[in-house]
Structure formats: C-alpha cells, structure tokens
C-alpha cells in the first residue's frame, strides 16, 4: 500500500483553465503538505495543514486553495492557470506539525503542464 | 532567514567507490535539524538521514554518513560502496524546532551520476 498517493501523475493543460490535484495518506499522521518543484528542481513548500486547519502558506497566490476533507487528505485546487504554474507539485505528511526533526513522508508528485 | 547551499549542481562517482556530497546552511539557531532528502527518477522524495544539531555524533545509516561541522554550519553526505541504486537528485534540508516542519528549508539539489 502507497502511504502517500497523489492523482493524476501527469496533468497537461491550457492556459485559464482550473485543476485539481488530489492527495491521500494512510499513514495516520496529523499534518500534510503541498510543495511545488520548479524546473531548476527547487523545492518550496506551499502549503500545511494540521487536523484540517491551514497553518501556513507561503506567498502562493490566491488562485491556489488547498482542500481538506479529513485528515487523510488534503487536495490542491488551482484556478486560471498560469503557464508560470507548470512545476511538479509533492503532497507529503508528517506525524506532527511541531516535530521538527520528523521524517517527511512524500508523494510521487504530480508534473503539470500548462499550455 | 535559514538558508541551505548546496554549491555541487552534478557529481558523479564510479560504481562502488565514495562520494561526498556538500551541504552549508546559514542559521542564528542553536538548536535544528539537518537532513538529507534523495529522489531518484521515480521522482518520489525519500529521506535518507537525518542529524540533530545537539548531537556532536555524527549520523550514520548503512552506506551514508554525515560530517557535521556545527561551527563551520556544514554537513555533507558521505556515500560508500557507491551503487547503481544511489543515482538520484540529493537535496540538503534544513528545519527549525521552532517553526516545525512548516519551515523546512531545501537547497537547490545535486545530481548525483554513477559510473558503471
């Protein structure tokens, strides 16, 4: 079983367009994250959630709203797409949000295209 | 702010032999964690250790270690017996126990090539 699964892998759009990435955890940790990885594969996280509530976030534009259901999942929604948005996007979770010295558990990302 | 440098953009060792990865941050903490994160072409980040800056002994896990040079605010990554496996992008990361896992800072990765 995949602890941290994101759907879709690959995600090829236009311009203007609004998606949804989805992402599940089963390991039964408390925190989950979105980070995004642009081309020169740097890593910035985005956003945190700790038992449903939003923690951080990090200058992201408002056309990005994570969404969280349960505490196993946490979905990212992304409105009037940017070609500036085309990355490679990692849902991940940790037990705790204030463990800082904790394992980061990752997903296997999502490559988004936007045309 | 907690910056993390990794000044190596590409490595590449032959199969089998050892390689060094470098790492300094910058911090006005005494008190963090360091961690190296690998992703291999699967793209999929996993962690491949972790050291706490209050612990003068350096991590060790199998084939990886760390030298830590708390002083010098650097901490690279040691692979022995380097293997086909270990080809991946490393990335260096930083976390304050004061902030959490929120503000786990990366650095910009290297790219590490295995030589047969």
């Known amino acids: 079983d995949t602890a941290v699964s994101q759907t879709p892998k690959y995600l090829v759009t236009q311009m203007g367009n609004d998606k949804s990435i989805k992402c599940e955890q089963n390991l039964g940790h408390d925190t989950m994250y979105w980070y995004k990885q642009d081309s020169k594969k740097f890593l910035k996280i985005m956003f945190s959630y700790n038992n449903k509530e939003l923690i951080i976030n990090e200058t992201v534009p408002n056309r990005f709203s994570p969404k969280s259901p349960d505490k196993a999942h946490l979905n990212l929604h992304i409105n009037s797409l940017e070609l500036g948005d085309s990355a490679v996007y990692f849902c991940?979770?940790?037990?705790?949000?204030?463990?800082?010295?904790?394992?980061?558990?990752f997903g296997s990302g999502t490559q988004l295209s936007v045309l | 702010a907690q910056t993390v440098t990794q000044s190596q953009p590409e490595m590449s060792v032959q199969e089998a032999e050892t390689v060094t990865l470098s790492c300094t941050y910058d911090?006005?903490?005494?008190?963090?964690?360091l961690f190296w994160y690998k992703q291999p072409p699967s793209r999929q980040m996993i962690l491949v250790i972790r050291q706490e800056a209050y612990k003068q002994q350096n991590a060790t896990e199998n084939r990886f270690s760390v030298n830590f040079q708390k002083a010098a605010k650097s901490f690279s990554l040691k692979i022995s017996d380097s293997q086909l496996g270990d080809a991946a992008m490393y990335f260096c990361?930083?976390?304050?126990?004061?902030?959490?896992?929120?503000?786990?800072?990366f650095g910009t990765g290297t790219r590490l090539t295995i030589i047969p």
């Open positions: 990361a930083y976390s304050s126990p004061n902030f959490g896992n929120e503000k786990l800072t």
């Open positions: 911090t006005s903490e005494s008190d963090y964690y």
């Open positions: 991940a979770s940790s037990p705790q949000l204030t463990g800082a010295g904790e394992k980061l558990f």
